[in-house]
């Protein structure tokens, strides 16, 4: 039985037993009657409808909402409305919300949340992947048991919210992260942390070419220098110390402006406001011509061989004249005396492949990827002496680079070496003699 019958039950004995003896002492029993009705009626209503509303306030819906007439439904009206209200705040709450995280989860930068005892509170995806973590996992646990670096340790101690710090692995290939800590709320902490890998490599690249320039230059101006001064103090008409200086001061003097041109064109390649001129390059012509240039430095001390098929390519001249050069250089300069250099351009396979093959002294496997870097070098002494920049195969890579190609590289140790450059399709047109005479031009 209800809990309201109850209490109308024990109500309703009380107003009768009022009702009789008060109609009793004034003689007005179907009036006491009435009222006793009328009081029981007005309690029943009262009573149902206050058990209905502690029903509903024990599990709150707005779909199954009482409904009733005169001062209960408009106290019932009124929670409805109450509680639409706070249906659509909790909504919109939930909505920004949601936005919030989704907006958290998408950044490329780490975000940790920290509570005020600098245990884990949120996470997203990219924090899990810079410092290792998993948010299901590590929720709740104190950031420094998770992140041991010292620096870091030591960083958190020391609240030092205004700067970032970097920390670095162990080995070279590791990340490089810069995190830093931004408080808010009531001793909360947010713990920001982005991946700087590749600037700092950048970073280190710029301070071995600054580096690297600076050596390059200092040798041949050293040499100079040492001349100048001999000149200086040397005795009048001596005409023989004259002219060894003065032929060793222009070798040196012709080595820097060699790395001058080197640095200028790889500059210009690298910058994307340096338009690419393109224009029918006929290969065949330019592979003969670059050939004929490096047999001076050869002196005839390696048999050269040229192979190259009638095909043309659109193309910079210029660029693809620099590309070929260091190719044939390159291979000049590491062949012993009486070597085969082979030069072959052809079409393979719906691509224009320029090859440069030479017998010499080889690569081993582990300097290969680093081939393209600017001044790497497998024996810089002999690189020095052989009169090359250590510029030569970058220059390479990024003309390949700017005409949509690729360089590959096969070399052996004590067997020579290959170096392939592949341009696409859509680079590759016929020889345009060629072509007339199988397609013959009718006139009238």
Same mark, same amino acid.
């Given at each position: +039985? ?20 008060? &109609? ?19 309690? /029943? ?15 709150? !819906? ?31 709450? !939930? ?14 930068? &780490? ?11 949120? +996470? ?21 048991? *998770?992140? %041991?670096?010292? /620096?870091?340790?030591?960083?958190? =101690? ?9 920390? %670095? ?75 060894? $200086?003065? =032929?060793? +001061? ?7 402006? %060699? ?5 200028? +064109? ?18 065949? /012509? ?11 430095? !050869? ?22 004249? $620099?590309?070929?050069?260091? *190719? ?30 030479? #017998?010499?002294?080889?690569? /081993? ?13 497998? #024996? ?35 067997? &020579?070496?290959?170096? !392939? ?24």
């Amino acid at each position: +039985m209800p809990d309201w019958i109850g209490r109308l039950v024990s109500i309703a004995a009380i107003a009768a037993a009022g009702a009789l003896l008060t &109609g009793y002492v004034a003689g007005a029993g179907f009036a006491a009657l009435f009222l006793f009705a009328f009081l029981v009626a007005a309690v /029943a209503i009262g009573l149902r409808a206050r058990s209905r509303l502690a029903k509903w306030l024990a599990d709150p !819906s707005i779909d199954e909402m009482p409904d009733d007439e005169g001062a209960w439904g408009e106290i019932y009206a009124r929670l409805h409305r109450w509680l639409r209200e706070q249906a659509a705040s909790r909504a919109s709450y !939930s909505h920004a919300l949601w936005r919030f995280r989704q907006a958290g989860e998408a950044m490329p930068d &780490g975000v940790l949340v920290l509570d005020a005892d600098d245990r884990i509170e949120w +996470m997203n995806p990219s924090a899990e992947g810079h410092f290792g973590l998993t948010f299901k996992r590590d929720r709740g646990q104190a950031v420094t048991n *998770l992140i %041991r670096h010292p /620096a870091f340790v030591a960083y958190l =101690e020391a609240q030092r919210f205004g700067e970032p710090l970097l920390l %670095r692995g162990q080995t070279e290939s590791d990340r490089v992260l810069s995190v830093q800590l931004v408080p808010y709320g009531q001793h909360e902490k947010l713990l920001l942390s982005r991946d700087v890998t590749r600037w700092e490599r950048l970073e280190a690249v710029r301070r071995d070419f600054v580096a690297n320039v600076s050596h390059e230059l200092r040798t041949p101006l050293t040499v100079l220098r040492g001349f100048i001064e001999t000149l200086a103090d040397a005795r009048e008409g001596d005409a023989k110390l004259h002219r060894r $200086s003065l =032929e060793l +001061m222009g070798t040196q003097a012709e080595r820097m402006q %060699r790395l001058v041109e080197d640095l200028l +064109m790889l500059a210009r390649l690298e910058d994307s406001r340096y338009p690419l001129k393109e224009e029918p390059v006929d290969v065949p /012509a330019l592979v003969h011509a670059v050939v004929s240039e490096a047999e001076g430095l !050869s002196q005839g001390k390696h048999r050269i061989e040229v192979r190259a098929e009638p095909v043309w390519l659109v193309a910079s001249r210029e660029e693809l004249r $620099s590309a070929l050069t260091n *190719l044939v250089t390159n291979a000049i300069r590491y062949t012993p005396a009486g070597g085969e250099i082979v030069v072959t351009w052809g079409r393979e396979a719906d691509e224009g492949w320029l090859r440069v093959r030479d #017998d010499g002294e080889g690569i /081993a496997p582990e300097h290969i990827p680093r081939l393209t870097e600017r001044f790497y070098r497998v #024996d810089r002494g002999r690189s020095r002496s052989s009169g090359g920049t250590g510029l030569g195969l970058a220059i390479v890579k990024h003309v390949l680079q700017r005409h949509q190609g690729r360089l590959e590289i096969a070399s052996e140790p004590g067997r &020579g070496s290959t170096f !392939s450059c592949a341009f696409p399709a859509t680079r590759l047109a016929p020889d345009p003699g060629h072509l007339a005479e199988v397609t013959p031009i009718r006139s009238g």
